[in-house]
C-alpha cells in the first residue's frame, strides 16, 4: 500500500481501537504508527496490542511502526476533608509533608523532591493551571503560597512547577517497569515524558541497548530551554503541546512548535506535533475549521508527522479521524505554497560524506525530475538522512531489516521494504528498479536514482549514486 503524502500519522490505540479488526480500518484509513499510552495500558493489554499490530502487519506486506508512551513522573497534592475546597485569590495557602487531611489553609504535597527544590517566586500550577499559586516561603517541609489565580482545588489534582528544576531523572518505577515490558515486547519507539535536560536520556538508553529508539516529549520550559543538547541525545521529538501549554502562556505555544520542528528537521531527527488536533472529532463526525488550520500548519512546517490521542483511542469516530487527517495532508501538499515553504526551510548538509550524498541525490532527483530516490540502508540512517532533504521525489528505502522499517514509518516521505540484502552491484540497482516498479511509484521507461553504500552492508558507508532507467523488463518479474 502506497501513501499519497509524506507527512506520517500516529493513532493512538484505546478502547475504541483496541481490536484487531479496527486496528485493520486504521491502517488502511491511513495510520502509520500506532502509540501504546503506557499511562492508561497494563502490561498484559500492551502485549495483546503489539500482538495485534503485528498481525496487521503481516497481513497488509508493509512496516508499522509503534510509539510506547511512557507515563512520566505524576505530581499531584494529597486529599482534602471534604474532598475539594473553595480559595480565593490573595489568601494564602500551604503545601506540606504533613500526611493528614487538607483544608482550605494546607494540603499534603507527597513528593520531597518538590518541597526541596521550590524557591521562594516559583509558581506551581494546580489542575493543569486552573489553580496558579506562588511560592512566598519554604522551609524544605513545607512551601508557604499565596494564591494567585483560580478558586479551586480537590482531591489528587496534578502539580506543575514551570519555574523549577526538579533534581530527579524523567524515569519513575513505573516507567522502568513499562521500558522493560514494552523492550520485551519489541516496540520500535519509546516516548519520554517531562524531559528536563539531556541528562534525563542516559538511563532509558542504557536499558533500551538500541532495541527501541527514544523519542523525547518536549513539555516543559526547561527542556525549551536546553532544547540543542536534548536534540542531540535524542533520536526523535515529540511537540507535547498539552503540558506545555500549561507550563508556558499558551500564546507561546505556536511559536516554539515551530522552533522544536525546525531545530529538529537541521538535525535530521523526526519530529511529531500532537495534542488536541482534531479534538472536536472525539464526539464529532466533523473537525473545526481551526482544527483543520492547525493540522495544516503542522505540515506547512514540515513536521515528520501529526498525531492523533483520544480522538482515535476514545473517540465516536476514530477512523473517521484519520482519514480526515489523511485528506487534510493530501491537500495540503499538493498546495501551490507547500513546497515553496518546505523548500524555503532547507538547511545545508552537514559536513559529512553521507549528508553530501543524499543532498546530492536531491538535487539530481529535482534537476532531472526522477520518479523516485531510493536508498539501500540497513539502519535506517540513509533514509533518515534524504528525508530531512525533503525532497519532491518519493523515497523509497530498502532494508534487509524489518526493525529498520518499522523505525522508518515515522520519517517524513520515507516508503519502506523490506528486501533481503543486495548481492552485488547490479542487484542493487536491478532491485532497487523492480520493487519501484512493484509499488507503483515508476513505469518502464522513467528513471529513478540509487542511494546506497560501498561496501554492501556496511553501515553508515553511504557513499554511492547511481541514475538508473526502469526497463520494460521489469513488467515480466
Not at 506562588?134 to 489565580?149: G, H, L, N, P
Request: one cysteine or more; glycine letters at 8%.
Amino acid at each position: 500500500m502506497r501513501r499519497s503524502r509524506k507527512v506520517k500519522i500516529l493513532a493512538t490505540s484505546g478502547p475504541a481501537s483496541s481490536d484487531e479488526a479496527m486496528i485493520a480500518k486504521l491502517f488502511d484509513a491511513g495510520t502509520d504508527v500506532f502509540r501504546i499510552n503506557m499511562s492508561h495500558t497494563d502490561h498484559d493489554l500492551m502485549r495483546t496490542l503489539v500482538a495485534r499490530i503485528r498481525s496487521v502487519e503481516e497481513k497488509a506486506g508493509r512496516p508499522i511502526g509503534i510509539l510506547a508512551d511512557l507515563q512520566g513522573p505524576k505530581l499531584r497534592v494529597g486529599k482534602f476533608k471534604n474532598t475539594k475546597e473553595e480559595l480565593s485569590i490573595g489568601q494564602t495557602f500551604t503545601l506540606d509533608d504533613n500526611p493528614e487531611l487538607g483544608d482550605a489553609t494546607r494540603v499534603h504535597l507527597p513528593h520531597p523532591e518538590i518541597l526541596a527544590a521550590v524557591e521562594a517566586g516559583d509558581r506551581l500550577l494546580i489542575d493543569d493551571g486552573k489553580l496558579a499559586l506562588k511560592a512566598v516561603k519554604t522551609d524544605k517541609r513545607s512551601i508557604q503560597c499565596v494564591v494567585v489565580a483560580g478558586t479551586w482545588i480537590s482531591d489528587k489534582k496534578g502539580v506543575s512547577l514551570p519555574d523549577t528544576d526538579l533534581p530527579v531523572g524523567a524515569l519513575t518505577d513505573k516507567d522502568r517497569k513499562d521500558l522493560d515490558a514494552v523492550l520485551e515486547a519489541g516496540v520500535d519507539w519509546v516516548a519520554l515524558s517531562f524531559i528536563q535536560r539531556p541528562e534525563d536520556l542516559a538511563e532509558a538508553r542504557k536499558i533500551a541497548r538500541g532495541r527501541a529508539l527514544l523519542m523525547s516529549k518536549i513539555e516543559k520550559p526547561q527542556a525549551v530551554t536546553r532544547l540543542a543538547e536534548i536534540i542531540e541525545l535524542s533520536d526523535a521529538l515529540m511537540v507535547a503541546r498539552g503540558d506545555l501549554g500549561v507550563e508556558m502562556p499558551i500564546e507561546a505555544v505556536p511559536g516554539i512548535q515551530k522552533q522544536i520542528t525546525r531545530a529538529a528537521r537541521r538535525a535530521g531527527k523526526p519530529v511529531v506535533v500532537a495534542t488536541q488536533m482534531l479534538e472536536s472529532m472525539i464526539t464529532s463526525p466533523v473537525p473545526t475549521r481551526a482544527e483543520v488550520s492547525d493540522v495544516a500548519t503542522a505540515i506547512f512546517e514540515g513536521a515528520d508527522a501529526v498525531m492523533l490521542s483520544a480522538e482515535s483511542a476514545a473517540g465516536q469516530y476514530p477512523v473517521e479521524a484519520v482519514a480526515r487527517m489523511n485528506r487534510i495532508a493530501e491537500e495540503v501538499e499538493s498546495d501551490p505554497n507547500y513546497r515553496a515553504i518546505i523548500t524555503g526551510q532547507r538547511t545545508p548538509p552537514e559536513q559529512t560524506g553521507a549528508d553530501a550524498i543524499a543532498d546530492a541525490a536531491r538535487q539530481i532527483a529535482e534537476t532531472l525530475e526522477l520518479s523516485a530516490i531510493i536508498c539501500w540502508t540497513g539502519s535506517g540512517s540513509t533514509g533518515l538522512r534524504v528525508s530531512r532533504e525533503r525532497p519532491k521525489s518519493p523515497i523509497i528505502a530498502l532494508s534487509p531489516n524489518i526493525d529498520t522499517g518499522r523505525r522508518l514509518s515515522l520519517a517524513w516521505g520515507v516508503h519502506c521494504v523490506i528486501t533481503e540484502d543486495a548481492h552485488n552491484m547490479s542487484d542493487v540497482v536491478s532491485r532497487a528498479c523492480r520493487l519501484a516498479f512493484r509499488d507503483g511509484f515508476a513505469k518502464p521507461g522513467q528513471r529513478v536514482i540509487v542511494v546506497a553504500g560501498l561496501p554492501l552492508g556496511t553501515p553508515g558507508a553511504t557513499n554511492m549514486l547511481r541514475i538508473a532507467f526502469v526497463g520494460n523488463d521489469v513488467e515480466d518479474l
